[in-house]
Nanobody, 123 residues
Framework: QVQLVESGGGLVQAGGSLRLSCAAS????????MGWYRQAPGKMRDLVAD???????NYADSVKGRFTISRDNAKNTAYLQMNSLKPEDTAVYYC?????????????????WGQGTQVTVSS
């Protein structure tokens, strides 16, 4: 099992910055990908950014150039630096981790989610 604890959300004015952290505990050695999703009221939960164990990153088009995801494997922590925030970035942000287990010649993937942290950007 993996437990994820997020921190760093809050209220910020448009153009401001926030940094989210996601600390993983438990069976962290088998975590491959970590990332952030967000969900605004009445909308689907969408990928914001993710990063694999090799450091390769993936971003939603809406945040490219403004958000940066990073990962400290020694601390089992992922970070999301959010700059130039816009009101449309307002959402609950969820940390995500995927474990990959190899057993009997096959791989199994398990997804874990944090409790979510609110990010509100005022205009």
């Amino acid at each position: 099992q993996v437990q994820l604890v997020e921190s760093g959300g809050g209220l910020v004015q448009a153009g401001g910055s926030l940094r989210l952290s996601c600390a993983a505990s438990g069976s962290t050695s088998t975590i491959t990908t970590m990332g952030w999703y967000r969900q605004a009221p009445g909308k689907m939960r969408d990928l914001v950014a993710d990063i694999n164990s090799g450091g390769s990153t993936n971003y939603a088009d809406s945040v490219k150039g403004r958000f940066t995801i990073s990962r400290d494997n020694a601390k089992n922590t992922a970070y999301l630096q959010m700059n130039s925030l816009k009101p449309e970035d307002t959402a609950v942000y969820y940390c995500y981790a995927m474990r990959t287990i190899y057993r009997g010649g096959r791989s199994y993937e398990y997804d874990y989610w944090g409790q979510g942290t609110q990010v509100t950007v005022s205009s």
